[in-house]
């Protein structure tokens, strides 16, 4: 009748229906519990007590029922009062495990105890004895044939036992982690989430704690799995034991950061791709989204989750009438570690109606999840309205306080509107929550660059470093000393962490050093296989640096290399947001998922080549790339691009005057008459390095303007009296003078561009655009209208 019941019993609860499964399991206990003695409990030495021990277990199982039915106190109660708890690994984890659903953090560690039993790590030499009581229960007759057993003998009945116990105590190991973080002491959760893995290489709970809130640093992680003892995996056949080992650190691999050791991520990917056909799983190909993610590779990123997200097999099953709404509902339903990401890519692609479709669809079906809310918050920072999207920040990382998407979305905002102070805080918060991401460190580097606040930059940029790449915590002291690049390509890392070292030294006058950082960027993105257009601006910031020392040439080729690969179709825009690199979010991305221009940088960029060939004497390509200049960033729309055409609106006016001059042939005159090389080293002493990042922190083209409006022939104002109706006068006369020569010299570009050589294109006098706006210096604005 026990067995008859038993069966009963656990059917029930494996077709979910509680009722039955408490109804019988509570007579199942009954009957098994009045053939105990009455009064008192075998001591643990009687194990070997049958009635014992089917009573000990049905009340297990009855109290395991009640907590798949959420009766968390009702299992409380029946452990308490059969006194299990004190006796028992199962029914003391039991317990421990209700009160942490209860939030009765305090109650748990009191029930589990605050040390962890470090003596149960696995030895190498474990692995034998598992399997064997795990294997098949033979035993070999006197004639050599194996002969099946009803049960174990007596010493392998207590091997089996043991074993249990130390599983449950690597479970209970995993709940001390989750009390501990609960009551934000991280580096006791992250020991015991080691511990547990440790005593059970099974336990992936503790695993995967540690992986998704990056509580080791990528170099540690990959340092820990190395230290696992695999061949301690519990295998029924013998004969596939060492397979099974190699195959769960495969799995266990996938889980890592993907900047630690690429190659290793890969080849693991890779054989549970192909050998164990494990190609189209979810998890596999979230590890490879996240790996494309990493590498700035947003499009083919965002093609892997939305696969993930799709359900192809029903989408054909179904008619047409039921497609809109199958369409909805493939985007429920899955592990929640895919919104993040798929998030992200949909943010840096541009698609901002799919991730409208993606946030109602989340707030009709999952209103109660924490992913809903971050959905909602990442549209509105897509259509630039922060304070909403702050406030869906919030209430995401309310509703999960571990949720990195959440914090850092949270204080992305903030950084958005400029508002350094609390970013920072925010920023502080996730790095003490994250304390293995770099990314919340870099993040904070960047907001005291953005402050000026150089020595904490250099401090947190370091430490980003340091974890990014898997050096040594405290050795990068000196962002001058950095590793080389073969050393950083065998760790990995990020790029982005050494083009905003190479930034601080930029604007610290260190431009060799500066140099040296923006190649190691370059390499190191060019290593990792990344998108060559998301470090558009990486090479924009090298090219900047050569000119400042007057490597023009080099300094040409980096600004022809910038626009080939914005031309050939690539994305150069980069401002990542979760999970992979990151950078400011303030501007919306007028793209889809084919990538997108940013105007303002590929403005920039041809108004740094006008300036380079300027310095290069070849005035005539000068005009052409300004006028280029004034054309893209004319056509933004406004904002920070448009004002920048003002720039490169001067810089094209005060080139047609050289130009001009250079043409009457008035080389005689003391301006005119100087060489390239005075030019350029009168200019390198006032270059003060005033230029700012847009995004990957690209110097502006404010600096242009001052290095070449004085190199032009014009009045010394000092010599002139000291009236300002005076200066007014002479400035009115020389603005009418730059207009004279200004027309004289698109006079002359029109007529004479079929004789002359080059790459000049014809300058169509009704299709200029007017510059954007003027730009202040003192109290004069040079005017730089173009007047037809």
């Known amino acids: 009748m026990d067995g008859f019941l038993r069966n009963w019993r656990q059917d029930a609860l494996n077709r979910g229906q509680f009722d039955s499964a408490v109804y019988i399991g509570d007579k199942v206990f009954a009957l098994t519990s009045e053939a105990a003695p009455r009064g008192s409990f075998p001591s643990h030495a009687d194990s070997d007590d049958v009635n014992w021990k089917d009573s000990d277990s049905d009340a297990f199982w009855l109290a395991q029922v009640h907590f798949s039915n959420t009766n968390y106190t009702r299992a409380l109660a029946l452990l308490t009062r059969k006194d299990l708890i004190s006796r028992s690994a199962a029914c003391r984890y039991l317990a421990a495990h209700c009160y942490i659903k209860q939030n009765h953090f305090e109650q748990a560690l009191s029930v589990l105890g605050d040390h962890n039993p470090t003596h149960l790590f696995r030895s190498k030499n474990s692995r034998r004895k598992i399997q064997h009581i795990n294997g098949p229960n033979r035993v070999t007759l006197r004639n050599g044939k194996n002969a099946a057993t009803s049960r174990l003998d007596p010493g392998e009945d207590r091997e089996r036992d043991e074993y249990n116990n130390v599983r449950f105590e690597a479970a209970m190991c995993y709940l001390r982690g989750l009390c501990f973080a609960k009551q934000n002491a991280f580096d006791r959760a992250r020991d015991c989430y080691k511990d547990a893995v440790r005593i059970d290489v099974q336990c992936f709970e503790a695993f995967d704690q540690l992986m998704k809130n990056s509580l080791m640093s990528p170099a540690e992680e990959l ?67 996240e790996a494309l993610y990493t590498q700035c590779r947003f499009a083919e990123a965002l093609e892997l989750t939305s696969s993930i997200l799709s359900n192809s097999e029903s989408s054909t099953a179904l008619t047409t009438a039921t497609a809109p709404h199958l369409s909805a509902q493939n985007h429920l339903g899955h592990a929640p570690a895919v919104y993040p990401l798929h998030l992200a890519c949909l943010y840096e692609t541009g698609a901002t109606n799919s991730l409208f479709l993606l946030s109602h669809t989340l707030a009709d079906h999952a209103p109660e999840e924490s992913y809903t809310y971050l959905a909602i918050g990442v549209y509105y920072l897509s259509v630039s309205k922060v304070a909403e999207a702050r406030r869906f920040f919030s209430k995401a990382s309310l509703l999960d306080p571990h949720s990195a998407p959440a914090w850092i979305g949270f204080a992305h905002t903030f950084a958005a509107e400029g508002e350094h102070d609390q970013a920072i805080a925010a920023y502080s918060t996730a790095a003490r929550l994250f304390q293995g991401s770099h990314l919340p460190q870099l ?27 898997g050096a040594p915590s405290g050795s990068v002291t000196s962002i001058t000393a950095l ?225 070449w409006t004085d190199d032009v022939p014009q009045v ?68 730089s209208n173009v007047r037809h």
């Open 716 to 783: 010394d104002l000092q010599t002139m009296p000291g009236e300002s109706a005076t200066l007014e006068r002479v400035e009115m006369e020389l603005d009418d003078e730059a207009d004279g020569l200004l027309s004289q010299a698109m006079g002359r570009t029109r007529d004479g561009h079929s004789r002359r050589p080059g790459r000049t294109p014809e300058l169509d006098l009704d299709d200029t655009p007017a510059a954007a706006g003027g730009r202040h210096r003192g109290s004069r604005t040079v005017r």
């Open 443 to 469: 993040f904070l580097g960047m907001q005291h660059l953005a402050l000026n606040n150089m020595s904490l930059a250099h401090e947190y940029l370091c430490a980003a470093y340091a974890m990014s790449t």
């Open 483 to 707: 590793p080389s690049s073969t050393e950083g390509h065998s760790l990995g890392g990020d790029p982005l962490v050494l083009n905003e070292l190479g930034v601080v030294l930029y604007h610290q006058n260190q431009l060799e050093s500066a140099i040296e950082l923006f190649r190691q960027s370059l390499s190191l993105a060019t290593s990792l296989h990344c998108e060559p257009g998301a470090w558009v601006a990486t090479r924009a910031n090298l090219g900047h640096a050569l000119r400042r020392i007057g490597r023009f040439t080099e300094s040409l080729n980096e600004f022809d290399e910038c626009l080939r690969i914005g031309a050939a179709g690539a994305s150069i825009g980069y401002s990542p947001f979760l999970g992979g690199s990151g950078g400011h979010v303030s501007g919306v991305s007028a793209s889809g998922v084919g990538g997108y221009e940013d105007r303002g940088l590929v403005g920039s960029l041809h108004t740094a080549r006008g300036l380079v060939l300027l310095e290069l004497g070849r005035t005539m390509e000068a005009v052409t790339a300004l006028h280029e200049a004034v054309r893209v960033l004319g056509a933004s729309g406004g904002g920070d691009a448009a004002g920048g055409a003002g720039i490169a609106g001067t810089l094209l006016s005060r080139a047609l005057e050289i130009w001009a001059v250079e043409g009457h042939g008035t080389d005689s005159t003391p301006e005119s008459g100087r060489s390239g090389s005075s030019r350029s080293s009168a200019r390198a002493s006032r270059d003060k390095g005033k230029g700012k990042s847009a995004r990957r922190r690209v110097p502006t083209e404010e600096s242009y303007a001052e290095e």
């Open 223 to 289: 340092e820990f799995l190395e230290s696992l003892d695999f061949d301690s995996v519990g295998c029924p056949d013998a004969s596939i034991a060492q397979e099974a080992a190699h195959f769960t650190k495969m799995l266990y691999t996938t889980r890592l950061s993907k900047y630690s050791s690429p190659s290793i991520l890969s080849d693991a990917t890779e054989t549970l791709s192909t050998h164990y056909k494990l190609a189209d799983n979810p998890d596999i190909l979230l590890s490879r989204a």
